[in-house]
């Protein structure tokens, strides 16, 4: 039989998306992520205006695969126009150039590497987007004035209640434990409101 999620949801009877917690500083944020991955949660993230010195060690978050499939992406596209011009130059379009052999590899180079740079280039951006769940037009933490001064001084860390381990007293606990100097609850966007049934 398949888990169910629980759903909570706030006194305004909103659907709750995370406990937020702030932080006064950057070591705090640090040792409260420490607390965080050692209490076992998976969905929650660490929000600083600027990077945190060793907080991927902190948060227990495993090396991205994402350097892997651009170094992976780039050799096959290499590999692909350089297949592409000699099989243009040997089979597709034979063409006597200076009295050069066929299969000269000397002048695929340009376009073989160029062809790499490319599919680099489109693996970086588009795994990028994809790993990261954007575009997103909007986010729940948004809609919270306290969240929006990550971007000037604040450091931040919430917890998602999709999370197995969520319990919002629990959640709560913990981040006063770990050193936050405010707790705020997060209310979920609702979806789009549906038509009307018609009468």
């Not at 597709?92 to 150039?97: L, M, P, S, W």
């Not at 376009?111 to 740079?117: H, N, S």
Request: charged share 20%; aromatic share 12%; hydrophobic share 45%.
């Amino acid at each position: 039989m398949a888990a169910t999620t629980k759903i909570y949801r706030t006194e305004e009877g909103k659907d709750l998306y995370a406990v937020m917690a702030e932080f006064a500083t950057p070591a705090d944020t640090y040792h409260a992520a420490e607390m965080v991955r050692d209490a076992g949660y998976q969905k929650w993230d660490v929000y600083s205006p600027f990077p945190i010195h060793g907080i991927e060690e902190a948060m227990g978050l495993k090396r991205p695969i994402l350097p892997l499939l651009v170094g992976v992406m780039g050799i096959t596209g290499a590999c692909l126009g350089f297949a592409f011009q000699y099989w243009v130059s040997t089979v597709g379009y034979k063409t006597n150039v200076q009295g050069k052999p066929y299969g000269a590899w000397e002048a695929f180079v340009p376009v073989t590497f160029e062809i790499g740079v490319l599919f680099t280039a489109f693996t970086a951006l588009f795994g990028m987007l994809v790993i990261n769940g954007l575009p997103r037009w909007n986010h729940p933490l948004l809609c919270k004035e306290r969240f929006l001064g990550v971007s000037d001084d604040k450091f931040i860390i919430a917890i998602e209640s999709a999370d197995a381990k969520f319990e919002p007293e629990q959640v709560r606990k913990l981040l006063k434990d770990a050193g936050a100097t405010a707790i705020e609850l997060v209310e979920d966007i609702p979806d789009a409101p549906a038509a009307p049934a018609a009468h």
